[in-house]
């Protein structure tokens, strides 16, 4: 089986970097994480951001969680934040251009406050994780909440959760998984991603793309711990970098299974964000 190209056009303008920018040109990516003992999946995509080009990356967590990420963080800032007052009063920072919130952030009552904060301070933002399954009770809340900088990237079980209707007939065979997508954009408001080895994209204006990794695209190998949550990490630094929220979750769908193609059988999620110079270089970056 013939897989199409799915390379998005123009990466190296999107991608690239001059020698006049500096690091405030690429745009500031932060990352909410969770509690102490649940960071992983907040680093993973912190270290996703960054490697993808945003130009600094932060790692917001609660002020118990700040020894545990410093210990293991370098190139990416910690900041303890004290709840969503402390997230609210950094957002006041303009130079912040996108932030990432739901790996390992925990299904608690805070999530759904720091999605609130997040969503009214109007940045580039993505939901991915237990931002998505809070909301799993009244989605509709969630969609009421959104604007047009929003990337969700719900997987099946959590596209169920937020669009149980649509994913009931999905599942019946009754609407494709592109159809499908379209739908949960349209209702949602903002753009959703619906991972998969097919993994498609949905604006609610009608546009879409779709990222294949299946037959000689295949990459089997992100069926692993941790590579949605670094995927979530390098769609907030596309969007940091100031690519608009379709542009950036195409970008990152197709660079996520570049980088799982590039690394190989054996490939754990920290080697994803690894694997990107590799890509850059194949792609003339
Ligand atoms: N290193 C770390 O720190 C890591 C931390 N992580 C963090 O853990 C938290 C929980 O996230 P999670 O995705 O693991 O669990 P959850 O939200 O319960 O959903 C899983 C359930 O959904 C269903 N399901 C159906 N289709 C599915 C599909 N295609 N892909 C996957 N699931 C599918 C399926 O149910 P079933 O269909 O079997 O009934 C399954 O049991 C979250 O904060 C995340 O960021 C992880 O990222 C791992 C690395
Ligand atoms: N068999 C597969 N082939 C290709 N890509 C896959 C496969 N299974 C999962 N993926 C991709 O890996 C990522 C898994 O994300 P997710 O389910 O959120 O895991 P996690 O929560 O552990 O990070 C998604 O980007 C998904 O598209």
Same mark, same amino acid.
């Given at each position: 089986?013939?897989?199409?190209?799915?390379?998005?056009?123009?990466?190296?303008?999107?991608? #690239?970097?001059?020698?006049?920018? $500096?690091?405030?040109?690429?745009?500031?990516? /932060? +990352?909410?994480?969770?509690?102490?003992?649940?960071? #992983?999946?907040?680093? @993973? !995509?912190?270290?996703?951001?960054?490697?993808?080009?945003?130009?600094?990356?932060?790692?917001?967590?609660?002020?118990?969680? /700040?020894?545990?990420?410093?210990?293991?963080?370098?190139? =990416?800032?910690?900041?303890?934040?004290?709840?969503? %007052?402390?997230?609210?009063?950094? @957002?006041?920072?303009?130079? =912040?251009?996108? /932030?990432?919130?739901?790996?390992?952030?925990?299904?608690?009552?805070?999530?759904?406050?720091?999605?609130?904060?997040?969503?009214?301070?109007?940045?580039?933002?993505?939901?991915?994780?237990?931002?998505?399954?809070?909301?799993?009770?009244?989605?509709? !809340? @969630?969609?009421?909440?959104?604007?047009?900088?929003?990337?969700?990237?719900?997987?099946?079980?959590?596209?169920?959760?937020?669009?149980?209707? =649509?994913?009931?007939?999905?599942?019946?065979?009754?609407?494709?998984?592109?159809?499908?997508?379209?739908?949960?954009?349209?209702?949602?408001?903002?753009? /959703?991603?619906?991972? #998969?080895?097919?993994?498609?994209?949905?604006?609610?204006?009608?546009?879409?793309?779709?990222?294949?990794?299946?037959?000689?695209?295949?990459?089997?190998?992100?069926?692993?711990?941790?590579?949605?949550?670094?995927?979530?990490?390098? =769609?907030?630094?596309?969007?940091?970098?100031?690519?608009?929220?379709?542009? %950036?979750?195409?970008?990152?769908?197709?660079? $996520?299974?570049?980088?799982?193609?590039?690394?190989?059988?054996?490939? +754990?999620?920290?080697?994803?964000?690894?694997?990107?110079?590799?890509?850059?270089?194949? +792609?003339?970056?």
């Amino acid at each position: 089986m013939s897989t199409p190209e799915t390379r998005p056009e123009g990466l190296s303008a999107l991608l #690239g970097k001059r020698p006049e920018q $500096h690091k405030y040109d690429h745009g500031h990516a /932060v +990352i909410v994480g969770g509690p102490p003992g649940q960071g #992983g999946a907040a680093r @993973l !995509a912190a270290r996703g951001a960054l490697r993808v080009g945003a130009g600094l990356v932060t790692l917001g967590c609660p002020l118990r969680a /700040v020894t545990e990420n410093a210990v293991q963080l370098n190139a =990416i800032m910690v900041r303890g934040l004290d709840g969503t %007052a402390g997230l609210a009063e950094m @957002l006041e920072d303009g130079r =912040i251009t996108a /932030v990432c919130l739901g790996p390992g952030l925990g299904l608690g009552p805070a999530t759904a406050e720091l999605v609130k904060t997040t969503l009214r301070a109007k940045r580039g933002t993505i939901l991915d994780a237990d931002a998505l399954s809070r909301f799993q009770r009244a989605p509709q !809340a @969630l969609f009421d909440m959104l604007h047009d900088h929003v990337v969700l990237t719900p997987h099946a079980g959590e596209f169920a959760r937020l669009f149980p209707d =649509i994913a009931k007939r999905h599942k019946a065979g009754e609407v494709s998984k592109l159809d499908a997508t379209r739908e949960a954009a349209v209702r949602a408001g903002s753009v /959703v991603l619906f991972k #998969g080895s097919e993994t498609v994209i949905a604006a609610p204006d009608g546009r879409h793309a779709i990222q294949t990794a299946e037959g000689d695209r295949a990459a089997p190998w992100l069926a692993t711990a941790g590579a949605g949550d670094v995927l979530a990490g390098m =769609i907030v630094g596309l969007l940091a970098r100031g690519l608009d929220p379709l542009r %950036a979750a195409e970008v990152g769908a197709w660079l $996520h299974v570049e980088a799982a193609r590039s690394f190989g059988p054996g490939l +754990i999620a920290e080697d994803l964000p690894e694997a990107l110079p590799q890509v850059f270089r194949q +792609i003339g970056l």
